[in-house]
């Protein structure tokens, strides 16, 4: 039951469809962008049911300090702990590098923002792992890749539970790091 709940807050965290615009290579467009957040707890909870998403709580230990940095080698195990062990994380600056993504919700013309990487799913790499971020300042560009670092935060949105991180800063970055991560 723990870990349904945990899924139900997720803002932005897996995304796996294999939509025919995503195999096609046109990513830019595709069903991840314009999926809605009732879609998006339903097909979390659906991964939950049948065992698709990944339990990283007992491979990565709590943190240590008042910043934890996600790298690239254990970025998916890492941002899953986060969501499972959101206890762990609190007061805590999180602070890591991806791709800067904002997602559209056609029902309320609303956008959310994200910064993302891409990781093995059913066709390719069409899953996402990061957060839903807010940020004072302006955003970037989508696509930019951008270092991220903000306190992680749960809130309310129609009766649904989310986490995002309130950034403290955000930067675009010249050189891109790995969009791809396995682990």
Same mark, same amino acid.
């Given at each position: ?44 909870? +659906?991964?939950?049911?049948? %065992?698709?998403? $990944?339990?990283?709580?007992?491979? !990565? =230990? /709590?943190?240590?300090?008042? #910043? ?63 957060? +839903?971020?807010?940020?004072? %300042?302006?955003? $970037?560009?989508?696509?930019?890749? !951008? =270092? /991220?670092?903000?306190?992680? #935060? ?30």
């Amino acid at each position: 039951m723990k870990k349904l709940i945990g899924l139900l807050i997720i803002g932005i965290f897996v995304l796996s469809s294999c939509d025919a615009e995503a195999q096609s290579g046109d990513a830019n467009n595709s069903a991840q962008s314009t999926m809605s957040r009732d879609e998006l707890v339903e097909l979390l909870a +659906e991964q939950a049911e049948n %065992g698709t998403v $990944p339990d990283a709580s007992e491979t !990565v =230990s /709590a943190p240590k300090g008042d #910043e934890v940095f996600i790298k690239d080698k254990m970025f998916i195990a890492q941002t899953n702990d986060i969501y499972y062990n959101p206890e762990n994380y609190k007061d805590k600056t999180i602070r890591y590098e991806g791709i800067f993504e904002v997602y559209n919700i056609p029902e309320t013309g609303e956008e959310y923002y994200a910064v993302i990487r891409y990781g093995p799913a059913c066709c390719e790499d069409d899953e996402t792992a990061g957060f +839903e971020v807010v940020w004072d %300042g302006e955003y $970037p560009e989508k696509n930019d890749w !951008v =270092s /991220a670092a903000g306190i992680l #935060e749960q809130y309310e949105e129609n009766g649904a539970l989310y986490f995002r991180l309130v950034l403290s800063s955000l930067e675009v970055l010249p050189t891109r790091g790995e969009e791809h991560v396995t682990s």
